[in-house]
């Protein structure tokens, strides 16, 4: 018994681009989200926990799990499986916690001004 796929790729989902990961260069297809494309590109590993530091990769891949999490062009914190791959992109592995912003001169106030 033969069946048809569940899934359909996107136009434009053959075609190969170049991105990086942690500086390895990688040649996948486009068409799909960062997290399928490392997949395809057999990347199993794309952060690792702030406590153990044990590895994670993407479970759930429609942005609920937050396990996905990467650096994009050098923005922390991406979900890759939110995200379209495009060429050129520069994509590291999201060790740890991620630093947090600096400190504000002034204190920020909330919504009661307080
Ligand atoms: S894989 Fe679950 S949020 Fe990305």
Redesign the pocket.
């Known amino acids: 018994m033969t069946s048809k796929p569940l899934f359909r790729a996107l136009p434009g989902a053959d075609a190969l681009i170049d991105i990086s990961f942690n500086d390895q260069p990688l040649r996948v297809p486009g068409g799909r989200s960062v ?1 399928a494309a490392l997949l395809a590109a057999g990347i199993d590993r794309f952060r690792a926990t702030p406590v153990s530091g044990a590895p994670r990769a ?11 999490l990467v650096e994009i062009d050098g923005v922390p914190s991406r ?4 995200v379209t791959v495009r060429d050129g992109m520069r994509i590291r592995s999201q060790e740890g916690a991620r630093d947090l912003p600096p400190v504000a001169a002034e204190p920020l106030e909330n919504a009661h001004g307080r």
Do not use: H, L, R, V
Request: net charge negative; charged share 5%.
């Open positions: 997290a993407p479970y759930c891949m429609m942005g609920a799990c937050f396990e996905c979900q890759s499986c939110m």
